[in-house]
């Protein structure tokens, strides 16, 4: 029988062999675990990257698709001076709504149908804004400015939340705000039709050198206080009609540039809108015939005695006031 030390000794190996086998286990499990954690992680990194490139992508694309805001804002203007000579037939059958109809004697005395109304306000008034559209070019400008800055303000705010908000806040609300019909489209007529008419008066004044059309405006506003009542409802009438119009030009086309969509139909209204407003346009429409007015060099003739000089073949004259 082998003695102790002996016996200790023969089993000591084997005890040592049998003990490292667990550790050398174990230290193999770490390092297939870590080994897979890392190759996890390195997927979950070109997932990231992969949807980050995908949706940078997408969001460039839409950019590309749906013009810049500056273009976006002359497309407002530009259609809301090119759709002035409608307002004139909204705002009459606004109006006989508002006063005529509800009025049993004023319906008795007017005809107030609405077949009569309709009749009046595409028959008569629609055409006659249109043929005469020159004479609406004051308010066309001040109904372009006040409708694009609505825009371009509305469109701003919508695209831009506050830090302490964003938590709160989906930012894609903003961008249903701008594709509502009511907000988009009446919010900013109704502005329209609110502001615009303080502006009227001083665009003529600049156009057309009268003096005293600022104040004359100002008090027909405060003389009338439906007036801009009647005004603001029929810009929000005006701005949920135009808006189907305006939607896929602002908002753009899949798969399409804006350059060939958006930037063409900018160009066509502004080439409309200097046609229609065009003070050449008014010749052939004067009420007057051709020489009922007077020349701005021959205003001085109007106080001054008028003579012939014979020497020279042509008119002169002596002034009156000295």
Avoid at 11 to 16: A, G, N
Avoid at 53 to 81: C, E, G, W
Avoid at 211 to 223: F, H, K, R, V
Wanted: proline share 8%; with cysteine.
């Amino acid at each position: 029988m082998p003695s102790m030390p002996s016996t200790m000794l023969m089993l000591l190996p084997r005890h040592r062999l049998h003990s490292s086998r667990p550790s050398h286990r174990f230290k193999c499990i770490s390092l297939q675990s870590q080994s897979m954690n890392r190759s996890r992680m390195r997927f979950q990194r070109m997932q990231c990257t992969h949807f980050t490139t995908s949706s940078s992508s997408v969001t460039a694309a839409i950019i590309r698709h749906q013009p810049p805001l500056p273009i976006r804002t002359l497309l407002v203007s530009s259609s809301t001076a090119l759709c002035t000579p409608i307002f004139p037939a909204i705002g009459f059958i606004n109006l006989c709504a508002r006063f005529a109809i509800p009025d049993p004697n004023l319906r008795a005395k007017f005809n107030a149908s609405l077949g009569t109304i309709f009749n009046i306000a595409f028959y008569y008034i629609l055409p006659f804004g249109i043929e005469y559209s020159p004479l609406l070019l004051p308010f066309a400008i001040g109904n372009g400015i006040v409708a694009g800055g609505a825009y371009a303000i509305l469109d701003t705010a919508s695209r831009s939340i506050p830090p302490a908000l964003s938590s709160s806040i989906d930012p894609s609300r903003g961008q249903m705000l701008m594709q509502n019909p009511l907000v988009a489209g009446g919010g900013i007529g109704a502005t329209t039709g609110l502001i615009a008419p303080h502006l009227y008066g001083s665009i003529c004044e600049t156009l057309y050198g009268v003096e005293g059309l600022s104040n004359s405006c100002s008090a027909l506003i405060n003389s009338f206080p439906f007036f801009l009542q009647i005004s603001a409802t029929t810009g929000f009438a005006a701005g949920v009609m135009m808006y189907p119009i305006l939607h896929y030009p602002i908002h753009g086309i899949q798969n399409v540039k804006w350059q060939g969509f958006s930037g063409v139909l900018l160009l066509a209204s502004s080439m409309t809108v200097y046609y229609m407003y065009r003070p050449e346009g008014m010749q052939d429409n004067l009420v007057c015939p051709d020489g009922a007015f007077v020349d701005r060099s021959l205003v001085p003739l109007l106080s001054a005695i008028v003579r012939y000089r014979v020497s020279e073949g042509k008119f002169g004259a002596y002034s009156m006031e000295g």
